[in-house]
């Protein structure tokens, strides 16, 4: 059975010739589809007989492209009656991680680091403090706890999706402040993660708590430009630092 799916070669970002195979071409343009459907997490695409007969690909080309397809999140096979090609909505922790890994294979330096938090951050404390909401004070408050505990039992205050940074990310309303913010976050521990502890650690980790909750108050009370000032301080502090704390 000839594939109606063919290869496709293009130039990449070294200007070196990539063909792209044709389980990769199905597999973005199923997941074309997907988007222009607006993501209709849970509807099935159809079953493997309807998808061969639908896209006139061989059934190892299928299988390839649904196997691209589960490893980026997108979509699912779900055996017996009923099932079929399933979407599904992408996990963003798979994203930050892999753009993590990239960056740091880029050779990222700690001031590009920092440059590119804070002009993110910026932006995500602003539209926070513009934004916020009962819920949101709820969840900032709850991420202040949860740092308080951290930092009185000597554990550095970054924690990942539920710390003062990624909450505030969240809180701007804008999903791809939201997952630039956690990349760059997850990376700066990546980073750092082996570098050597400073003595003064535990007072650096009282700073910044400090400086979290001063910033969590200017985004409750809804003053942006606070909110901004206090952010930018607090992020140049810890570009300072040897390592995120």
Request: proline content about 5%.
């Given at each position: 059975m000839a594939d109606a799916v063919p290869e496709i070669t293009h130039t990449d970002g070294n200007n070196s010739r990539v063909k792209e195979k044709r389980g990769e071409v199905l597999a973005r343009k199923i997941?074309?589809?997907?988007?222009?459907?607006?993501?209709?997490?849970?509807?099935?695409?159809?079953?493997?007989?309807d998808l061969l007969q639908e896209y006139k690909v061989s059934r190892a080309v299928l299988r390839e492209a649904v196997r691209i397809m589960e490893h980026h999140g997108t979509a699912r096979t779900r055996r017996g009656p009923g099932g079929g090609l399933i979407v599904t909505k992408p996990d963003a922790r798979a994203v930050v991680r892999s753009a993590a890994v990239y960056l740091d294979s880029e050779g990222i330096t700690p001031d590009k680091l920092a440059a590119a938090r804070t002009g993110v951050e910026l932006i995500a404390v602003q539209l926070a403090a513009q934004n916020i909401d009962?819920?949101?004070?709820?969840?900032?408050?709850?991420?202040?706890?949860?740092e308080r505990a951290s930092v009185a039992?000597?554990?550095?205050?970054?924690?990942?999706?539920?710390?003062?940074?990624?909450?505030?990310?969240?809180?701007?309303?804008?999903?791809?402040?939201?997952?630039?913010?956690?990349?760059?976050t997850q990376?700066?521990?990546?980073?750092?993660?082996?570098?050597?502890?400073?003595?003064t650690a535990s007072d650096a980790r009282a700073q910044?708590?400090?400086?979290?909750?001063?910033?969590?108050?200017?985004?409750?009370?809804?003053?942006?430009?606070?909110?901004?000032?206090?952010?930018?301080?607090?992020?140049?502090?810890?570009?300072?630092?040897?390592?995120?704390?």
């Open positions: 997941e074309e589809k997907i988007m222009r459907a607006g993501w209709p997490v849970g509807e099935v695409l159809g079953s493997e007989p009962e819920d949101g004070i709820t969840r900032l408050r709850a991420a202040l706890d949860r039992g000597g554990e550095s205050a970054t924690s990942g999706r539920n710390d003062v940074h990624t909450v505030i990310a969240a809180l701007s309303g804008n999903p791809a402040i939201q997952l630039f913010t956690e990349t760059l990376l700066a521990v990546e980073v750092f993660r082996s570098a050597p502890e400073p003595k910044f708590l400090d400086d979290h909750i001063a910033i969590v108050e200017a985004v409750v009370s809804g003053d942006a430009s606070v909110a901004r000032f206090r952010m930018q301080q607090h992020l140049a502090r810890l570009a300072g630092e040897s390592h995120p704390l």
